[in-house]
Every structure is written in structure tokens, then in C-alpha cells.
């Protein structure tokens, strides 16, 4: 079982930035590829961005590419997403998950652990 627990969600004016962090209970560096997925009120829940163990490779959603990065340090037991130019359509709840598997190129978190998901809302 591995807790996994969001913080740095919070208000900002479109454009601005936030970091998220995700601390897990046990280590990361078992080998998990991690995520951060959203869901905005009335849509499905969408991958983000995940990133594999070694941060060699990275999956970003098409409209968040060039502003979001996803990052993770091991030795701490966490995950970041760092969010740069939001936008008001990013306006969700986002969750921290993994691991992440890969099906037919795509992510999928049949096997996730969730943590409990951090708002983040930008205005206008």
C-alpha cells in the first residue's frame, strides 16, 4: 500500500505559476512510473503528465506541453508539477498517482494509488 499525499494547490491569476508536490509513504525509487492527473467539474479525470522512475521519460497532455513540468526527486519520496502561463481551462483537481502503466503508448492507471487531490483554480 503506498499513501500518497498533494500539496501546493491553491488560487492564482491566469499566467501565473504553481508548484505541486506529492509525497509518498514508502520509495518512489521502487521502480513506479508516477503521474499527476485532473479532472475539472463535469469531465473525465485526464493524465497530465507522468514520468518514469528515472526521469528519462516523460508523458505530457498536448495542451500543457511547454508549461507544465513534471519532475521527481527519490531520495525524498516525491513527485512535483511544476505549473508555469495557467490558464483558466486548468482549473481542476489534481491528483498524484502511480504506478503508471503503459497501454498501447497511452497511460493507464489501473494499478494507481491515489492521493486525495489538490484544487487548483485560475481566474481570469
Known amino acids: 500500500q503506498v499513501q500518497l499525499v498533494e500539496f501546493g494547490g491553491g488560487l492564482v491569476q491566469a499566467g501565473g505559476s504553481l508548484r505541486l508536490s506529492c509525497a509518498a509513504s514508502?520509495?518512489?525509487?521502487?521502480?513506479?512510473?508516477m503521474g499527476w492527473l485532473r479532472q475539472a467539474p463535469g469531465k473525465e479525470r485526464e493524465f497530465v503528465a507522468t514520468?518514469?522512475?528515472?526521469?528519462?521519460?516523460?508523458y505530457y497532455l498536448d495542451s500543457v506541453k511547454g508549461r507544465f513540468t513534471i519532475s521527481r526527486d527519490n531520495a525524498k519520496n516525491t513527485v512535483y508539477l511544476q505549473m508555469s502561463n495557467l490558464k483558466p481551462d486548468d482549473t481542476a483537481v489534481y491528483y498524484c498517482a502511480g504506478p503508471v502503466d503503459e497501454i498501447a503508448t497511452m497511460p493507464n492507471c489501473g494499478r494507481c494509488f491515489w492521493g486525495q487531490g489538490t484544487q487548483v483554480t485560475v481566474s481570469s
Open positions: 514508502t520509495r518512489t525509487s521502487l521502480g513506479y512510473t
Open positions: 514520468s518514469t522512475w528515472s526521469g528519462d521519460n516523460t
